[in-house]
Nanobody, 127 residues
């Protein structure tokens, strides 16, 4: 089994920054990519960002492009999301996800392509 543990969420004022982390452990045979998704109250889970594990290609939702940066530490099986210039509309529970195998990076934007998920970490941005 694969476990994902997020950390680093919290409360921040608009315009501030936060970094969330996600460490993967357990029976990890391979990692094709990892992603971040978020879910605000009453809304569906939406794509935020993803990174391919071997090449390090990065992908972002238009709503966070230029403000958020995803990175990875292959040795630690950990993915990070640096969030700058935060807005109240960024308030949500942030989930990380892991896909062990794959061929196309386009799949990394689709939550249904991820079999493994963390428990989520709350990010609240006050105005």
């Amino acid at each position: 089994q694969v476990q994902l543990v997020e950390s680093g969420g919290g409360l921040v004022q608009a315009g501030g920054s936060l970094r969330v982390s996600c460490a993967a452990s357990g029976r990890i045979v391979s990692i094709y990519g990892m992603g971040w998704f978020r879910q605000a109250p009453g809304k569906g889970r939406e794509f935020v960002s993803a990174i391919s594990w071997r090449a390090g290609n990065t992908y972002y939702a238009d709503s966070v492009k230029g403000r958020f940066t995803i990175s990875r530490d292959n040795a630690k099986n950990t993915v990070y999301l640096q969030m700058n210039s935060l807005k109240p509309e960024d308030t949500a529970v942030y989930f990380c996800a892991l896909r062990g195998s794959g061929y196309y990076d386009s799949a990394l934007r689709n939550k249904d392509e991820y079999p493994y998920w963390g428990q989520g970490t709350q990010v609240t941005v006050s105005s």
